[in-house]
């Protein structure tokens, strides 16, 4: 165990719908981070949150938003989905200027259909 | 643009072989170099961490390498066992103007086979 809680683990859903992906960050850290890896493909990042603001954002889609509540757990809101959403999406957690030094949960596995 | 390169982007060895997977970089300015390991599905998990200073780094059967005039890395795997079976993982930091910002590579997919 990461320290790093993701829920749901599994989630199926139809193309249109919407889903929220629930992040918990390891004790003591205060940045979140979101990725997502297609299939075969490398991680993208997504979106960085550290103290309840956004700190910094990647290649996130408009149809996808996040936010960090005051308690640092995480929520990644998926919108409109698409059948390219289909993904692993990993929340990683990191002290302040961690350069790198993430601690991964176990990841979300999307399905779209 | 800040890129990562590894290579191979595949590799299938004999248990009890040893394997070099490469890492390539043009982040600048460089902060520090990390490999992960990712097994199926899981979250990656970190291996070593070298800063500009260190050249090498080693955790158990994992040897790290860092050449940072030629921006190059190196992880060494030796006696490979079954359960090295992974995507690593090359991430290199830079801090542009004091702000962090991180670049993963896509990995190295390393089978290990009895």
């Known amino acids: 165990d990461s320290g790093v809680t993701q829920t749901p683990k599994h989630l199926i859903t139809a193309t249109g719908q919407r889903v929220t992906l629930r992040c918990s960050p390891r004790s003591g850290d205060l940045s979140v981070y979101w990725y997502q890896q297609s299939l075969d493909q490398g991680l993208q990042f997504l979106i960085q949150y550290y103290n309840g603001e956004e700190r910094a954002k990647g290649n996130i889609l408009e149809r996808f938003s996040a936010q960090q509540f005051p308690d640092l757990h995480s929520e990644l809101n998926l919108s409109s989905l698409e059948l390219g959403d289909s993904a692993l999406y990993f929340c990683?957690?990191?002290?302040?200027?961690?350069?790198?030094?993430?601690?991964f949960g176990s990841g979300t596995r999307l399905t779209v259909v | 643009k800040n890129q990562v390169e590894q290579s191979p982007q595949s590799l299938i060895i004999l248990e009890g072989k040893n394997c070099t997977l490469q890492c390539n970089y043009t982040v600048s300015p460089f902060s520090n170099l990390r490999w992960y390991k990712q097994d199926t599905g899981r979250g990656p998990v970190s291996l070593t961490i070298?800063?500009?200073?260190?050249n090498t780094k080693s955790n158990g059967r994992y040897t790290a390498t860092l050449d940072a005039d030629t921006k190059q890395s190196s992880l060494h795997i030796t006696a490979s066992q079954l359960s090295d079976s992974a995507s690593y993982i090359c991430v290199v930091s830079a801090t542009p103007g004091g702000y962090q910002k991180v670049t993963f590579g896509i990995g190295t997919k390393l089978q290990v086979i009895p």
């Open positions: 990683a957690s990191s002290v302040e200027a961690a350069r790198g030094g993430y601690t």
């Open positions: 070298m800063t500009f200073s260190e």
